[in-house]
């Protein structure tokens, strides 16, 4: 068996075994396998694909690779959520204290912001001192004394998806499901959860941007996820606008904050109830998904979520007074809005421009080493489907880069497009999806 | 313009420009497109193909990233061959001295074994101080002093193919007609030659198992040496067994020491004098192909192939005492013979299976760096069509690796089908080709 052979294997379209799967990925890590013969391979899976049996034994080698956590001696079903990404997806850092506070236990390992979706880590850490490298030690310690617990992906957890990753974001070879699966699903079960809710997200500002691969996204993670005795379920919700109204790393962080305060921001905390719900459920302190979400409303609104979040920051280092007073935070040095035109409605914000947009202002990164500023961002003022008048601001932009101001503004203005005719949004919740099939969504918000 | 989304493109299937194509090869030189972005492209390439437009360019392209040799002062028009590749084809051996000893200058660029098939490079240099490392200046020399040379590609000539070369035998992307074009005929158009003949491989051994992918090669071949103001032609030979009896890089330079000094070995006989009457013909020395043929039969027969051959041997530095007395090489470690357990006939010998034996046994290279061992390989005792009885010896493997002796023999044997009923092996030679068609060719040998 050679490296060669099992990529001319995959790129004929042969299934692999798994001692072929096996000799690749721990070849790669041990580096027989070298990088230009890995990103080939991957290349051949983009075009070959995986069939179901591969795609769980991909992710089983995978999260083998390294740890896996072992959280029995906690108490209580432990419950992640995983989204497949989007453009102001700052759903984690208030359904994680929020479903923490029913008394599921979260654990949670999040990654950075790649390419022009972000990351939860990057919010966290905009939070000023807030430690996301916590040993694994650590990680059992805090999710065993407060129930929850938000870190980076440590070197431990699943190195061969470590490497992968940061190769497939330059070879043109994200757009995989079984590469996706396989990342996502080792790290998810490398934490030690029992049971797993997914947000997968479809249109123009999402990694699948058609339904049907969404779908088809979503019912190979499921899965797998029960494929390993996890009870996985998953959402299908959209990602052609930004979720809520902001846009880069601390303002997201002050909506949450508002929200976990009572605000409501309705697509944003839609979902986040709705995934809430199921995890609730999942962790078995509810018998149904809208049992699940009702309790979450009254947690949150009794102010139980905020309180959990601020146990977390206090738990993980970070500074408590950016918390109960976002207004001390550094401010960006410059800002300016964006008008609209003319009278009408708001028919799109181009999710997938605004997420490019932020990188330029400094939000994201085009490169894995490029570094962040947390002030920067887009704050929208509208939404699809309200109404404006000419010379209504439609956004406000912040960054430090005074260079790029324009450009960004001018890019910023095209990205959101308003009409004379009324108009709703694209439903923001399409589907449930279980191992048993895809159903219809009825909001119940 | 970035890597990334160049790649990208081609994995979409969209036409690149050469803008493009430029920016990805030139910066692949320069360093600034990693080698595992380049094998990503590759296998995308490999999926996606290229049209004949980003052939050419792609050619022309690798054939400017280096020196194309002028060969103009010297008299005479230069041919040369060049096979696609299969596994036990030495033919270039005896063809070049052979049609040097006609008086067509034959200027001889080759490579290195590439997967399961040998390289002429390898096989000359099992011939103890056989340089084939001369500078394009001495390759101007020797051509003009004995009208042959017969040397590996320096880092002058097609510096972008050499790169990707080595990449593409490594990570499953060798079997594509674009790259295998524009690698192929970058070169063969740097050597400074006026014409070309073609001996393009299928079968089991060959690249392109298939005689309609071994077609559009060929026809992709030609059309891009027409396009270049060379005149080139070409034949489809089969490489469903090996061709000769030898494989591995000494023993194939005995079989053709053998067959210089006047032993029948029919197919790779046969093939030799069909290339070499081509490669007469377009050299203006004879009006067909079939005077070309009985041109080149005349002068074999008199000893003049095996005296051009000692010429060329001296003249590069080789030992001419191992060529007189072959006997005196050292030999290996374990020979082993393969016996037939039945009565029968041969039926098939899989040539890309003796090939990865070959490899196995030191005869081959895994990975680009990997030592060749020169005295490494399989003899063949009988060819398909031949009848066989119990326990005679099918083949005998050569080889100083104790550990892999028993595993070789074993597929060694799987690899020789022995049946009850009488046989006869592939047709040789299925076609000849040109920029006009495909003919059928109807043996004259």
């Avoid at 390992?109 to 040993?135: A, C, N, Q, V, W």
């Avoid at 990753?165 to 080792?186: C, F, K, N």
């Avoid at 609104?301 to 950016?322: C, H, P, W, Y």
Wanted: glycine share 10%.
């Amino acid at each position: 068996m050679n490296p060669t052979e099992i990529i001319r294997k995959k790129r004929s379209g042969d299934k692999l075994n798994r001692t072929e799967i096996e000799f690749f990925i721990q070849g790669y890590i041990n580096d027989k396998v070298a990088d230009y013969q890995m990103s080939a391979f991957l290349m051949a899976v983009y075009f070959q694909k995986m069939d179901f049996e591969e795609t769980t034994t991909f992710t089983d080698i995978m999260l083998n690779s390294g740890v896996v956590v072992d959280l029995s001696e906690i108490p209580g079903i432990k419950v992640d959520k995983h989204s497949t990404g989007g453009v102001g997806d700052k759903v984690s850092l208030i359904l994680a204290p929020m479903v923490a506070a029913c008394g599921v236990p979260v654990p949670m390992i999040s990654g950075r912001g790649l390419g022009h979706t972000g990351g939860t880590l990057d919010k966290l850490e905009s939070i000023p001192g807030f430690r996301t490298d916590l040993s694994l030690d650590e990680y059992k310690k805090v999710i065993a004394e407060i129930g929850i617990v938000m870190i980076g992906q440590t070197a431990e957890i699943a190195p061969a998806d470590k490497k992968m990753y940061a190769l497939r974001d330059v070879t043109g070879t994200v757009e995989s499901i079984p590469l996706i699966s396989g990342s996502i699903m080792s790290k998810k079960l490398a934490e030690g959860i029992d049971a797993l809710v997914l947000d997968v997200k479809t249109g123009r500002g999402a990694f699948m941007q058609s339904e049907a691969d969404a779908i088809e996204l979503a019912k190979t993670l499921i899965a797998v996820g029960n494929k390993f005795g996890k009870k996985t379920i998953g959402f299908l919700t959209d990602m052609s606008q930004p979720l809520g109204y902001a846009v880069g790393n601390w303002l997201e962080v002050v909506e949450c904050i508002e929200c976990m305060q009572g605000k409501n921001v309705p697509d944003l905390m839609e979902v986040t109830y709705v995934l809430g719900g199921a995890m609730v459920m999942l962790g078995g302190k509810a018998g149904t998904i809208e049992e699940g979400i009702s309790k979450c409303k009254d947690i949150l609104q009794a102010g139980k979520a905020m309180d959990k979040f601020n146990e977390l920051v206090r738990r993980q280092g970070g500074d408590i007074s950016f918390i109960t007073n976002p207004e001390k935070y550094p401010k960006s040095k410059y800002t300016i809005g964006v008008k609209s035109t003319s009278k009408g409605y708001i028919h799109n914000i181009d999710a997938l421009e605004v997420g490019f947009i932020g990188i330029m202002l400094g939000a994201g990164r085009m490169k894995v080493d490029d570094i962040i500023d947390p002030k920067a961002g887009i704050r929208l003022m509208k939404k699809v489907g309200d109404s404006v008048k000419a010379d209504d601001t439609l956004a406000i932009i912040q960054t430090d880069k005074k260079e790029i101001l324009e450009t960004a503004a001018n890019r910023l203005e095209k990205a959101i497009c308003v009409a004379t005719e009324p108009c709703a949004p694209s439903p923001l919740i399409r589907a449930m999806i279980n191992e048993k099939g895809v159903f219809p969504w009825h909001g119940c918000v």
